[in-house]
């Protein structure tokens, strides 16, 4: 009797020994699948075992677009043209409209200048003293940009720049002008609004009273633009005017059997005016320096950088006592270099200034065609020219 009673007691210990671990069990799965969640919904599905015969595909990573870096197909260009001044695309409703060009500061002091990085064609030559002054070629476009909403320091004219103006029939804009420029201006019937006394366009422009004058003026090129679409002036492009510039379709560097290497280009205008640009292989352009300090943008605190440098030799003398400069441009040609992508070749160039006539071209005597992209032109007199140098 004790026996069994042994026996039964046993057999109730097992029996609440498997209870407990099977309660156990069961606590440790609702655990896991608090961290796990299992769609019990689903019928469970059991992975088949590999078979040699039909292995199975990999996957290209590669082909799967990242959410955060997907962009505008580069190919869909609907309503937009090439720009005749980059050779990039610009919107249509642009196409036709005259752009700005503008006379702007050059000296240490003005230094930086507000709007230059935004400008498609930017010109440097000499003026008085050994001291340079730059021409901003503005597509009317960039008035879409935030960085043309203050452009400046802007500075008077000088009859060279009036020239190079009227190559692209702009609007040429200035806050003053010599004497010389103001006949050029009306020789060459050029449109002009000429800051200091542009009456109702005059507005457009301003004083920043914490710069030191003459340096401080700027404006706004959207201002601006809506100010003249306002007036009489004609905001359409001559059908008849071509600024000469062909483009690659492609990124090219440039070929001939003279080629220079071009990593560093020194432009020696004078004692005090020496830039140079650096090129960058990563974005293939080249990086403006002033005054041994990279040049940047007010607006953006960004450096200047260019896809193209234009060099271009010109007879250059005094004009008068005063230091004002000429340069042989009526009816001219001349020599020079092309650089981009870390080369340079040799150039000529021809211009006949009363057709606005303006043509580069290679060694071989074609008309130059040159990378899309901005560029930068340096007016350089002849008896400078060895002290532009390449690197």
Same mark, same amino acid.
């Given at each position: 009797?004790?026996?069994?009673?042994?026996?039964?007691? /046993? !057999?109730?210990?097992?029996?609440?020994?498997? /209870?407990?671990?099977?309660?156990?069990?069961?606590?440790?799965?609702?655990?896991?699948?608090?961290?796990?969640?299992?769609?019990?919904?689903?019928?469970?599905?059991?992975?088949?075992?590999?078979?040699?015969?039909?292995?199975?595909?990999?996957?290209?990573?590669?082909?799967?677009?990242?959410?955060?870096?997907?962009?505008?197909?580069?190919?869909?260009?609907?309503?937009?043209?090439?720009?005749?001044?980059?050779?990039?695309?610009?919107?249509?409703?642009?196409?036709?409209?005259?752009?700005?060009?503008?006379?702007?500061?050059?000296?240490?002091?003005?230094?930086?200048?507000?709007?230059?990085?935004?400008?498609?064609?930017?010109?440097?030559?000499?003026?008085?003293?050994?001291?340079?002054?730059?021409?901003?070629?503005?597509?009317?476009?960039?008035?879409?940009?935030?960085?043309?909403?203050?452009?400046?320091?802007?500075?008077?004219?000088?009859?060279?720049?009036?020239?190079?103006?009227?190559?692209?029939?702009?609007?040429?804009?200035?806050?003053?002008?010599?004497?010389?420029?103001?006949?050029?201006?009306?020789?060459?019937?050029?449109?002009?609004?000429?800051?200091?006394?542009?009456?109702?366009?005059?507005?457009?422009?301003?004083?920043?009273?914490?710069?030191?004058?003459?340096?401080?003026?700027?404006?706004?090129?959207?201002? !601006?633009?809506?100010?003249?679409?306002?007036?009489?002036?004609?905001?359409?492009?001559?059908?008849?005017?071509?600024?000469?510039?062909?483009?690659?379709?492609?990124?090219?560097?440039?070929?001939?059997?003279?080629? !220079?290497?071009?990593?560093?280009?020194?432009?020696? /205008?004078?004692?005090?005016?020496?830039?140079?640009?650096?090129?960058?292989?990563?974005?293939?352009?080249?990086?403006?320096?002033?005054?041994?300090?990279?040049?940047?943008?007010?607006?953006?605190?960004?450096?200047?950088?260019?896809?193209?440098?234009?060099?271009?030799?010109?007879?250059?003398?005094?004009?008068?006592?005063?230091?004002?400069?000429?340069?042989?441009?009526?009816?001219?040609s001349g020599t020079g270099y092309y650089v981009s992508d870390g080369k340079a070749i040799?150039?000529?160039?021809?211009?006949?200034?009363?057709?606005?006539?303006?043509?580069?071209?290679?060694?071989?005597?074609?008309? !130059?065609?040159?990378?899309?992209?901005?560029?930068?032109?340096?007016?350089?007199?002849?008896?400078?020219?060895?002290?532009?140098?390449?690197?």
């Amino acid at each position: 009797m004790n026996f069994r009673r042994i026996v039964l007691s /046993f !057999l109730i210990l097992l029996l609440s020994i498997a /209870f407990l671990v099977s309660c156990g069990n069961k606590e440790n799965k609702e655990i896991g699948n608090e961290l796990t969640p299992i769609a019990t919904d689903k019928p469970s599905i059991t992975e088949p075992a590999s078979d040699s015969s039909t292995p199975t595909p990999a996957i290209d990573v590669t082909a799967v677009p990242d959410p955060g870096s997907v962009t505008e197909n580069a190919d869909n260009h609907e309503n937009e043209v090439i720009s005749r001044l980059t050779g990039l695309y610009i919107p249509a409703e642009y196409a036709d409209q005259r752009p700005y060009a503008v006379m702007i500061n050059n000296i240490i002091h003005a230094y930086p200048q507000s709007g230059l990085s935004d400008a498609d064609i930017l010109y440097e030559a000499l003026v008085e003293y050994g001291i340079t002054r730059f021409l901003a070629i503005y597509d009317a476009s960039k008035s879409l940009s935030a960085n043309t909403e203050r452009i400046g320091s802007v500075r008077s004219a000088r009859h060279y720049f009036v020239s190079f103006s009227n190559q692209y029939d702009a609007i040429f804009v200035h806050f003053g002008e010599t004497s010389y420029a103001a006949n050029q201006i009306k020789k060459q019937n050029v449109d002009d609004i000429e800051g200091m006394n542009g009456g109702a366009l005059g507005s457009a422009f301003i004083r920043d009273k914490s710069i030191e004058a003459p340096h401080n003026v700027f404006f706004s090129l959207s201002e !601006l633009q809506a100010l003249v679409a306002d007036t009489s002036r004609r905001t359409t492009i001559a059908k008849d005017n071509d600024p000469g510039y062909v483009f690659n379709s492609t990124d090219t560097i440039p070929e001939a059997a003279d080629a !220079l290497s071009a990593n560093k280009v020194t432009i020696g /205008f004078s004692y005090t005016a020496t830039p140079y640009f650096v090129y960058d292989k990563t974005s293939a352009s080249y990086t403006r320096y002033a005054f041994d300090e990279l040049h940047v943008d007010a607006n953006t605190g960004e450096p200047l950088t260019f896809k193209n440098l234009l060099i271009q030799f010109v007879k250059e003398w005094d004009k008068d006592d005063n230091g004002y400069q000429t340069m042989s441009l009526a009816d001219a040609s001349g020599t020079g270099y092309y650089v981009s992508d870390g080369k340079a070749i040799s150039i000529t160039w021809e211009k006949k200034e009363s057709t606005q006539f303006m043509r580069y071209y290679d060694g071989e005597g074609n008309e !130059l065609s040159m990378n899309p992209g901005k560029t930068y032109i340096a007016v350089v007199p002849t008896y400078q020219a060895p002290k532009v140098i390449m690197e």
